[in-house]
């Protein structure tokens, strides 16, 4: 059973601060990962991928992979109170994605 | 450029009516997955359409099927409809089958009275 763990949160953090999510999976075969941030009501809205171990930058935005360790994080920098969303990880291990359940961040003014 | 488009937004159904849900992929994608997220979960896989084919398909019985037409659209059916059936469905695009990114279109809130 390919799984993908996320601590459901909420992630409470100040204005300006660095958000930190992270994601463990259980499947050594995915090659492929996906951070999705969801606004309550609305469909998930992707925001990185990452294919390689090591960091990759978009923005704000940090993601970063350790298959040895099966763990992908995502890093928000100077997080604003928009940023305030549930955030999904993803694996893929073909063309199929297994999602977490999702973490909530709360960023405070 | 036209994201991925779902119909209809909202949907009433009885135990037992059937449904079906309509999926169009954005602009240059041929693939098109369906996921059900029930309330506080992540999207659950349903099934993946590629040259009109199921090519994958998740753990769901087989009360809920699909079809991709020649435009790359899709279709999501489920009969024999369960209050447990409620969710917001919904579907992504991507061109091919690989590890490309998938696409979220708004999804179809179902609801079973």
């Known amino acids: 059973q390919k799984e993908v763990e996320q601590n459901s949160g909420p992630l409470s953090v100040p204005e300006g601060a660095i958000a930190s999510l992270n994601c463990t999976y259980s499947?050594?075969?995915?090659?492929?990962f996906f951070w999705y941030r969801q606004y309550s009501g609305k469909s998930p809205e992707l925001i990185m991928s990452?294919?390689?171990?090591g960091d990759k930058e978009d923005g704000r935005f940090t993601a970063q992979l350790n298959k040895a360790s099966q763990y992908v994080s995502l890093l928000i920098r100077d997080s604003q109170p928009s940023d305030s969303a549930t955030y999904l990880c993803?694996?893929?291990?073909?063309?199929?994605?297994?999602f977490g359940k999702g973490t909530m961040l709360l960023v405070s003014p | 450029d036209a994201g991925v488009t779902q119909s209809p937004t909202h949907l009433i159904k009885t135990r037992g009516q059937q449904v079906t849900l309509r999926c169009s992929p954005k602009?240059?994608?041929?693939?098109v997955s369906w996921y059900q997220q029930a309330l506080g979960q992540g999207p659950q896989f349903i099934f993946q359409?590629?040259?009109?084919?199921?090519?994958q398909r998740g753990n769901f019985p087989d009360r809920f099927s699909g079809h991709q037409f020649p435009n790359y659209s899709s279709e999501l059916n489920v009969n024999a409809l369960l209050l447990g059936d409620s969710a917001l469905y919904l579907c992504?695009?991507?061109?091919?089958?690989?590890?490309?990114?998938?696409?979220f279109g708004p999804g179809t809130r179902l609801t079973v009275l």
């Open positions: 992504a695009s991507s061109p091919g089958t690989g590890t490309s990114s998938q696409y």
């Open positions: 499947d050594r075969g995915s090659q492929s």
């Open positions: 990452i294919y390689s171990n």
């Open positions: 993803a694996a893929s291990g073909y063309s199929t994605l297994t």
């Open positions: 602009s240059g994608h041929d693939t």
């Open positions: 359409y590629y040259e009109e084919e199921e090519r």
